[in-house]
């Protein structure tokens, strides 16, 4: 079975920084697009950082040049969070789909994403 185990979450100050973890297991890990996607309270789920199987990245403009996604070679991806701010304060959930499930372009996009975890807090206050 697919599992997404998140780790890393916490409360930080404004301008802090953290860094999530995503343990992946039960899948062919050098096959799949992952990504990370938040909700916070009220609001839409949103796409923040995705990588792909070439390895190329995307983020949502809103974390563009804050945020870098990155993986392992063993089943861990990683968010790290630089200069963050109190509307960066959400559940981060990581995600995984097929390589065929999505394109670059469609890569932020949740709704393409198969397996879910069950994501990590995060809040900046």
């Known amino acids: 079975d697919v599992q997404l185990v998140e780790s890393g979450g916490g409360l930080v100050q404004p301008g802090g920084s953290l860094r999530l973890s995503c343990t992946a297991s039960g899948f062919t890990f050098s096959s799949y697009a992952m990504s990370w996607v938040r909700q916070a309270p009220g609001l839409e789920r949103e796409g923040v950082a995705a990588?792909?199987?070439?390895?190329?990245t995307m983020y949502a403009d809103s974390v563009k040049g804050r945020f870098t996604i990155s993986k392992d070679n063993v089943g861990t991806v990683y968010l790290t969070m630089d200069s963050l701010r109190p509307e960066d304060t959400a559940m981060y959930y990581c995600a995984a789909t097929p390589r065929w499930r999505v394109t670059r372009a469609q890569s932020l996009t949740a709704t393409n994403y198969d397996f879910w975890g069950q994501g990590t807090q995060v809040t900046v206050s």
């Open positions: 990588l792909l199987i070439d390895e190329s």
